[in-house]
């Protein structure tokens, strides 16, 4: 889908020095996804596909993160500020077609979906040449500092580096948060007037404001009050904060939806997860990426669940970790269960205490106890999995699959050696490694025979 009316310019192409990472900042993380992630999203929903993007720094892990943007990268080589940030991709927004273009800073987790259609049609009403957004925080911090005249009117932003109350008159405490609508017509012919005459060297988008003023163009600047929504992140206190921020919305959200949660201050969910209403969670706990609950499930403290499926009435005890798994309904979790990539549990079954599952099976109604690795495996409805039991799936090369047909028993300790076949109804004998294919409804024993030595004792 594409705007006519506005596109997107993202500036994603800094290091974030503050943060202390090797990877670019807006890769940085809130709930399980990076501060880019939040800014698409919130620009998608009004700006459809017109989403470009500023990469310099780190730019191979940030296309590698967004594959489904690829062909809406732009590099920015050297990082020489967001004015020439905007330089190298300006080609690219002219051909869009669109009137405006809308930039932001990829570091704004917080912006929403609202804020941006509010802004933008701030913007259509207005019709302004350049509209910026502006907010008056608490502490600027070292946000560019807005400068009006006498009639109220912009007429400059400042950065805090390069404020002097002498020249630029007394601090107002109105900021640039950052996020500009410019119509393209008009800044055209103005992004080869910008300098990089300031302290810093560098070519700044907030320059542009001054050569839109001293052209008589239209300025606005829509002011929203203290909003930390439009504020950026530049160290990992701010992050912990807008994360924190995050997962209380998060919380509330779910609460008013009719999901009851225990200890909810540490119960962190992420922006894709779907919790539908019944559900009861105790936290702490944690829940990411594209995880769905389904009513009536419950989840005990200490649980970790990332990409999988929760089905109607299931229960994760305390302390299990699921990853790319499925579990049916009324199935059973845990205590310190482990659910690993391809683990599914069909309906009624049961995997329990220490019990680690990886691309494997458990059919309807069978259970695996205690202490067992189910990997590569395909287990049958109604199949016991003794304690102890490994499916012995790698042979130092490849992996291979093993099989347990319906109604069988696998005893205690049991070593079931990949690839083979356990039939229907077959019973594997306590502490057994089995290396062959067990018919339906045999015995399986695969042990040394007891041999029982009596005891000498030396007399002293």
């Known amino acids: 889908m594409t705007n006519s009316f506005a596109c997107a310019l993202v500036l994603a192409g800094g290091k974030g020095t503050r943060m202390h990472s090797d990877k670019p900042k807006v890769l940085k993380t809130l709930l399980g996804e990076s501060m880019l992630y939040y800014v698409y999203n919130a620009l998608r929903p009004s700006l459809g596909d017109d989403i470009f993007t500023i990469v310099g720094y780190g730019s191979s892990y940030v296309e590698e993160s967004f594959s489904d943007m690829k062909g809406r990268f732009v590099l920015q080589a050297e990082q020489l500020g967001t004015g020439h940030a905007l330089q190298q991709g300006w080609e690219r927004i002219k051909a869009t077609g669109s009137k405006y273009c809308l930039v932001i800073n990829g570091d704004t987790p917080l912006i929403s979906e609202a804020a941006v259609k509010d802004f933008l ?6 019709q302004a040449d350049l509209s910026f957004v502006t907010i008056t925080p608490d502490d600027p911090c070292q946000f560019g500092r807005v400068t009006r005249n006498k009639a109220g009117q912009v007429t400059a932003i400042v950065e805090a580096k390069d404020f002097d109350e002498a020249v630029h008159g007394p601090v107002s405490g109105e900021v640039n948060a950052g996020i500009y609508c410019l119509k393209i017509s008009a800044v055209d012919g103005l992004l080869s007037k910008l300098t990089n005459e300031n302290k810093s060297g560098e070519y700044y988008i907030t320059d542009l404001v001054d050569l839109a003023v001293e052209c008589g163009m239209h300025v606005t600047a829509v002011n929203c009050g203290n ?23 998060a919380a509330v ?14 119960v962190v969910v992420g922006p894709g997860v779907v919790i539908e209403p019944g559900v009861e969670i105790t936290g702490p706990c944690e829940i990411y990426g594209n995880s769905v609950i389904r009513r009536g499930a419950v989840l005990q403290s200490h649980v970790r669940i ?13 302390y299990s970790h699921l990853e790319d798994a499925e579990v049916g309904v009324n199935c059973m979790v845990g205590p310190y269960g482990r659910l690993r990539p391809g683990a599914v549990l069909m309906e009624d ?4 205490n220490f019990v680690e599952m990886k691309k494997a099976v458990l059919g309807k109604g069978a259970k695996a106890s205690h202490l067992t690795y189910l990997g590569d495996s395909e287990i049958g409805a109604g199949a016991n999995i003794g304690a102890g039991t490994i499916t012995c799936n790698y042979d130092g090369k490849n992996k ?9 028993f696998i005893g205690s300790n049991s070593a079931l050696v990949a690839p083979v076949i356990i039939g229907k109804g077959a019973l594997i004998g306590a502490g057994s490694t089995i290396t062959k294919n067990v018919k339906d409804g045999d015995l399986g024993v695969a042990r040394g025979r007891q041999v029982n030595i009596p005891r000498t004792s030396k007399k002293s």
């Open 349 to 352: 079954s049961k995997v329990g």
């Open 253 to 266: 959200k779910l609460l008013k939806s009719g999901v009851t949660l225990h200890n909810w201050e540490s």
């Open 121 to 126: 049609e701030a913007v259509k009403e207005d």
């Open 400 to 408: 291979h699959k093993t099989v347990i047909g319906e109604g069988a």
């Open 306 to 318: 990332k990409d999988s499926n929760i089905a109607e009435n299931a229960l994760i005890k305390a």
């Open 227 to 249: 909003s930390i929504d439009l504020m950026g992140i530049n160290n990992p206190f701010e992050l912990a904060h807008a994360e924190s921020e995050l997962r209380e919305r």
